[in-house]
């Protein structure tokens, strides 16, 4: 059973930093790409950032490219987010995805305010 679980979220100042991690189960870490999405409220769940399996090619949504890093260790299958910069509106619930099998983890509260 494919099982994902996100840690590191928390309360951080405007132009702190953070960085969440997603431990993956149950599938072949390695051999999957994988996503990170934020949601809020009242809204529909966006896509934030994703690395592809084996060379690791990754894309980021205009709104946190260059204050946002994703990164894998498979050696742990982990998946990493690392924000940098953060603004009152990266405050959401950020959830990793398996993009292979569509699996999401339970997600991990960020709220950015001074």
């Known amino acids: 059973q494919v099982h994902l679980v996100e840690s590191g979220g928390g309360l951080v100042q405007p132009g702190g930093s953070l960085r969440l991690s997603c431990v993956g189960s149950?599938?072949?870490?390695?051999?999957?790409?994988m996503s990170w999405h934020r949601q809020v409220p009242g809204k529909e769940r966006e896509w934030v950032a994703e690395?592809?399996?084996?060379?690791?090619?990754?894309n980021y949504a205009d709104s946190v490219k260059g204050r946002f890093t994703i990164t894998r260790d498979d050696g742990k299958n982990t998946v990493y987010l690392q924000m940098n910069s953060l603004k009152p509106e990266d405050t959401a619930v950020y959830y990793c995805?398996?993009?292979?099998?569509?699996?999401w983890g339970q997600g991990t509260q960020v709220t950015v305010s001074s």
């Open positions: 995805r398996n993009i292979v099998t569509g699996s």
């Open positions: 149950g599938f072949s870490f390695p051999m999957s790409a």
């Open positions: 690395i592809g399996s084996v060379i690791g090619v990754t």
